[in-house]
């Protein structure tokens, strides 16, 4: 456990933001379902359009992790 503590980024990465507007955008009840892989396929450009945005913005700034802000393409 201590490992994965020292390991993980202190901020979001690009991959958190946009997990995060997938699963905004997907409204699921139950976010551990095929469905929720359903939205991302079928919303991927949607998604990491907006992921973009919101990594451009520098309001977060604050909240992200520069050494890994490469978003799923």
């Known amino acids: 456990m201590a490992g994965l503590l020292t390991s993980t980024p202190g901020a979001l990465c690009g991959f958190d933001v946009f997990m995060l507007h997938a699963l905004a955008g997907a409204n699921l009840r139950n976010t551990n379902s095929p469905a929720l892989l359903r939205f ?3 919303h991927f450009e949607q998604l990491r359009d907006e992921t973009l945005q919101t990594l451009s913005n520098p309001g977060y700034s604050s ?5 890994c802000l490469a978003v799923p393409g």
């Open 63 to 67: 909240v992200l992790d520069g050494e």
């Open 40 to 42: 991302i396929e079928t």
